[in-house]
């Protein structure tokens, strides 16, 4: 019998690598997308044609019509964020339900939820993550807690009684946290607006293909069928890798495709890890090579770091080899593509972070906890190619500089760059 294997997707950093382009630029190779973890928190962006599309929840396979794309168990959906995507997609002329999946057992985010997030984070004060107030972390709470709603529940008889007892207790607790949500706005909508959009999601959902997507999924791996995972948030957000507390609620890294797709560990094959040629962060939490500074700026502004989810500005750093190591190993990753070299362009000189330095001591390894000023990066800087990239269509034509700085973080990291991408466009990715 032939037995394929799940090659995998997922971001090397906080996040924001830029895994939807290089998903969609792959899709055409494989059979099936399907995400395996996160929720409308993620934001995953496809520019072709001149047309820029931003997918929260849908897998970024979802414009190559010949490929089924899955929303797999370990997501977890709000189904007036989706059918808002389902919508956009079909203004564009798509017909997205035509290949998408839904796993019956991927949890649902509840209005309530959304009004949790908020409460929760408000609670916190100066010390709040940095919540994208999704609704995130009080789904994947009532799902560990064994009192979540699923999407193969819609259809059920109880599922409007358990829906209004789950949203009893969680106005409940809103009040307790003493959150006044009167004039809190969801998308734009008071509470009962939304509750009643999200409600009549619920019933559109009904007309989506639900199904057991870990039969699906493994079935057609016994079949020959190629699938790739993809990935959302990124390693370091991870809820027990990543720089706790200041993570999402879900495992992003390569063991959570097992869970979150129901494929064996054996059924997993090559692993791609996406990395950006700088480092960007959303919301609160230490972030070691950040420049508070016109460097910074330069590469918040060159590389349009603004959410795609949220639209707050991302914090922008430089690259960071002792994260990139970190997330390497936790992923046993098999080959990297570096994001965003264009956004180097116009840096004269470019740093590198090789190593943690604390109280003038070089740290081997990854430490627990990076939070506090005490951890310092060590530079080695390197002459930028200070120049643009947009005449470069093979990767024999970039700059020698360039060449440089990936032959530096291929010794560093023991793994080849097998892809380049110097610009947004679907077009602008170089095999290496």
Known sequence: ?????????????????????????????????????????????????????????????????????????????????????????????????????????????????????????????????GSTLKGIGPAYTDKYGRNGLRAGNITGQSFRLHYENLKSEHLETVRQLGFDYSSYLLDGMNFTAYEEKWIESIERMKGLTIIDSEIYLNKSLDEGKRILAEGAQGTMLDVDFGSYPFVTSSNTITAGVCSGLGISPHRIGKIYGIFKAYCTRVGSGPFPTELNDPDGERLRVGGNEFGSTTGRPRRCGWLDLPALKYSIMLNGIDSLIMMKADVLNPFPEIKICTDYQKNNEILSGFPFDLSGSAFQPVYKQMTGWNTSLEGCTTADEIPVDLSEYIKFIEKETGLPIDILSIGPDRLQTLQR
Do not use: C
């Open 1 to 129: 019998m032939l037995r394929s294997k799940v090659d995998v997707m997922l971001g090397l950093q906080w996040g924001d690598e830029g895994k939807g382009k290089i998903v969609d630029v792959f899709t055409p190779h494989y059979d099936i997308i399907a995400r395996f973890q996160g929720g409308p928190n993620a934001g995953h962006t496809i520019i072709f044609d001149g047309r820029k599309f931003v997918l929260h929840t849908i897998p970024s396979g979802i414009f190559h019509r010949q490929t089924m794309n899955v929303i797999g168990n370990g997501v977890i959906i709000d189904p007036f964020i989706l059918f808002k995507e389902i919508d956009k997609l079909r203004d564009s002329g798509m017909e997205p339900e035509a290949n998408l999946l839904v796993s019956s057992r991927a949890h649902l985010i509840l209005p309530t939820h959304r009004l949790l997030d908020a409460a929760l984070e408000s609670e916190k004060g100066a010390s709040k993550i």
